[in-house]
């Protein structure tokens, strides 16, 4: 059988990836700390919020929101203009569960890729 190479653990996955935990509040402003690498944000909403971004960054730049939903309620989150794609630029999360979403830049804008509500 043929060696397939290293098996990825989330170490390995995680690595070169720059994780932050903004504020929750009404709104959240995304504070990106390097143009090319690919960043992480990840908070739990208490609250119907807003998300933007400030920084700058590449063409190419990924960016992850792990957006996690308290016990109350299913939070609407509505993204910023910074942000292209996906049902209006809206998501309502699930109670105690969290939702992950993945954009990619092209040095404007982030446009969404992909995104799992519920987990």
Do not use: C
């Amino acid at each position: 059988m043929p060696v397939l190479g290293n098996i990825l653990n989330t170490s390995s996955v995680m690595s070169g990836i720059i994780v932050s935990s903004p504020t929750p509040n009404a709104t959240v402003t995304l504070t990106l700390t390097d143009t090319e690498s690919p960043e992480m944000f990840r908070w739990t909403a208490g609250e119907a919020e807003t998300v933007n971004i400030s920084g700058s960054h590449s063409a190419g730049k990924l960016l992850f929101l792990k957006v996690g939903n308290d016990a109350i309620l299913g939070r609407v989150i509505t993204l910023g203009s910074a942000f292209v794609g996906g049902a209006a630029g809206i998501f309502t999360g699930v109670i105690s569960k969290s939702s992950q979403l993945l954009f990619i830049s092209d040095g404007t804008k982030f446009y969404e890729v992909t995104r799992t509500i519920g987990i």
